[in-house]
């Protein structure tokens, strides 16, 4: 007897907030909550009551679900006195995701890469640096422009993949046979300014590589070296490497906004550990 088909469907649970409504709004899609913000920041009653921004996420294999449990368990604080919507509700935004951390573990869209990357205290603590020092979580709206894949299946392993369009901006290689992990990060070529950062490179078997994309922005450089994660956190200490990662990164992402264009990548895109690495900085864990 054949199977019944099954209703699942994978997808996004969102918290959005806005700075001049109350009430926070809990909803679900299964397309890129990017495009979801923007159809709600472009409708009534919700474009009045905006701009509307992500304030929590889960990504979760069967968002109907996990929707409807949440609307149901919240139905005492709904917003009933505005009418042409069912998804706002009363309650502040840090209530809002201490019940997105109650979400049943099994519905968890991969879940267990998560849970790794959190055992290597080493690679998350460089992971939560990376993200503080680049100030990527300032576009959290636009995850799927930007994509962070973890533990990818590329050829030789990798720890991860961070893509801003259609190309990569940073990755770490897991390490060979008596072979350090190697280290890449994409950057402005204004980092040709400070001569510590070539010496620094060299001393670390690494290199410097102008126009390494064929799809990257005028003046685009790629930085390798090899080393521990230590040794990574101790480049991006190096005098000039944030202003020219900075300058790269955000005109790469101002341009994609501008396009209201999604990687290629974004299917890709790991929503779980980015929502997992922005509540451990914001409280202090990492």
Request: proline share 3%.
């Amino acid at each position: 007897m054949a199977s019944k088909p099954s209703n699942r469907i994978e997808g996004h649970i969102y918290v959005l907030a806005s700075p001049v409504c109350k009430y926070v709004k809990i909803g679900g899609t299964d397309y890129p909550p990017l495009k979801r913000i923007k159809e709600i920041n472009s409708c009534e009653p919700y474009k009045s009551l905006g701009p509307w921004s992500l304030h929590d996420f889960r990504q979760v294999s069967d968002w109907r679900k996990v929707e409807c449990a949440l609307h149901y368990a919240l139905r005492s604080k709904l917003v009933k006195n505005i009418k042409g919507q069912k998804e706002l509700f009363a309650i502040s935004s840090v209530e809002a995701s201490s019940h997105l951390e109650r979400i049943d573990e099994s519905l968890v869209v991969k879940k267990p890469k998560v849970d790794r990357m959190f055992q290597d205290r080493e690679f998350s603590y460089f992971l939560a640096r990376l993200f503080r020092f680049t100030a990527i979580l300032n576009w959290v709206d636009y995850q799927g422009a930007w994509t962070f894949c973890l533990f990818p299946s590329t050829k030789g392993g990798r720890y991860y993949t961070l893509n801003i369009g259609s190309h990569e901006v940073a990755f770490t290689t897991a390490p060979g046979n008596d072979r350090a992990p190697a280290h890449m990060i994409h950057m402005d070529r204004l980092i040709h300014d400070f001569k510590e950062v070539s010496s620094w490179v060299r001393e670390k078997s690494g290199n410097i590589e102008d126009d390494n994309y064929t799809t990257g922005l005028y003046r685009s450089t790629s930085v390798f070296f090899e080393g521990s994660f230590d040794i990574a956190l101790e480049f991006l200490n190096l005098s000039g490497v944030r202003r020219a990662i900075i300058a790269y990164w955000t005109e790469a992402l101002i341009e994609l906004q501008e396009k209201g264009s999604l990687s290629v990548y974004s299917k890709h895109h790991n929503w779980n550990a980015v929502a997992e690495l922005k509540k451990r900085i914001a409280s202090g864990k990492l």
